[in-house]
T-cell receptor, first 114, second 113 residues
Framework: AQTVTQSQPEMSVQEAETVTLSCTYD???????LFWYKQPPSRQMILVIR??????QNATENRFSVNFQKAAKSFSLKISDSQLGDAAMYFC???????????FGTGTRLTIIP | DAGVIQSPRHEVTEMGQEVTLRCKPI?????LFWYRQTMMRGLELLIY????????DSGMPEDRFSAKMPNASFSTLKIQPSEPRDSAVYFC???????????FGDGTRLSIL
């Protein structure tokens, strides 16, 4: 079974600075997707970014980018120019080709310091 | 475009009562998912449907839980009888196709007294 590990329960960053959230996963599969979801206090689950395992290029979405290291099974999220609205729980998630079951990590709570 | 719509947003009921949670997926999406989120267990997939057919219900905790998808635009998750340990936030999500990103509703916060 696949597992997703987020080893940082909490992180904080000064507004306008850069922060990196860590995620590792365990799988024997070669084809899969990885995601970062954001859950603000409003409780919504918002898709931040997606990475296909077969792509070597790291995904980027505006201020959000990932560092995908397939051999190391690592998938970190970098948030540049942090803003107050980035404060939320961030979940790393894994999706295996062949089924649609998302496996989530336990989350990292990100605090933005004004 | 409307996102995934869940109702109610909050539900408080007494132990032993039947609870029905509702979900309307994004129009055109073929897959629908029910998740449960608790502090202890995080986000867990309960069941998912593809083209209205249940594909995997291995995450459903026990027989008190049931889910249906009578048509492409509506699904229910029912708990009967409810117990205090069922208290959680229940999310519904939908996706356009296999391996497409899942879009979540705002969740239903369920409290069983």
């Amino acid at each position: 079974a696949q597992t997703v590990t987020q080893s940082q329960p909490e992180m904080s960053v000064q507004e306008a600075e850069t922060v990196t959230l860590s995620c590792t996963y365990d799988t024997s599969e070669s084809d899969y997707y990885l995601f970062w979801y954001k859950q603000p206090p409003s409780r919504q689950m918002i898709l931040v970014i997606r990475q296909e395992a077969y792509k070597q290029q790291n995904a980027t979405e505006n201020r959000f980018s990932v560092n995908f290291q397939k051999a190391a099974k690592s998938f970190s999220l970098k948030i540049s120019d942090s803003q107050l609205g980035d404060a939320a729980m961030y979940f790393c998630a894994y999706l295996n080709f062949g089924n649609e079951k998302l496996t989530f990590g336990t989350g990292t709570r990100l605090t933005i310091i004004p | 475009d409307a996102g995934v719509i869940q109702s109610p947003r909050h539900e408080v009921t007494e132990m032993g009562q039947e609870v029905t949670l509702r979900c309307k997926p994004i129009s055109g999406h073929n897959s629908l998912f029910w998740y449960r989120q608790t502090m202890m267990r995080g986000l867990e997939l309960l069941i998912y449907f593809n083209n209205n057919v249940p594909i995997d219900d291995s995450g459903m905790p026990e027989d008190r839980f049931s889910a249906k998808m009578p048509n492409a635009s509506f699904s229910t998750l029912k708990i009967q009888p409810s117990e205090p340990r069922d208290s959680a936030v229940y999310f519904c999500a939908s996706s356009l196709a296999t391996l497409s990103p899942q879009h979540f509703g705002d969740g239903t916060r369920l409290s069983i007294l």
